[in-house]
């Protein structure tokens, strides 16, 4: 059986209003989402996003009354590079 490789950390990219980036670094986790692409999370676990083979990003509520907002980006993370763990 054929199986997938994914990226092991991302970096959400969200605009703020009139500010500057904010960055929300997520980590993959072994859950899949609806569409079948791995569940990705930052450290809090309150952060959720499926993201697929294309980068596509589905933000995933983690509490009953949270309204997720789309990140700009997704990007892949290197296991190497500094900052990382």
């Known amino acids: 059986m054929n199986q997938m490789v994914h ?6 990219i969200f605009q703020m209003s009139g500010a500057a980036d ?6 993959l986790t072994d859950r899949l989402g609806a569409g079948g692409f ?5 450290e809090t676990g309150i952060v ?9 990003v589905r ?3 983690s509490g009953g009354h949270q309204v997720p907002g789309a990140p ?4 892949p993370l290197s296991e ?3 900052g990382t763990r």
């Open 7 to 12: 990226t092991e950390r991302y970096e959400l």
């Open 22 to 27: 904010d960055v929300v670094s997520v980590r």
């Open 38 to 42: 791995p569940v990705y999370e930052d």
């Open 48 to 56: 959720r996003a499926e993201i697929s083979d294309r980068g596509e």
């Open 59 to 61: 933000m995933i509520a």
């Open 72 to 75: 700009l980006l997704a990007r």
């Open 80 to 82: 190497n590079a500094p």
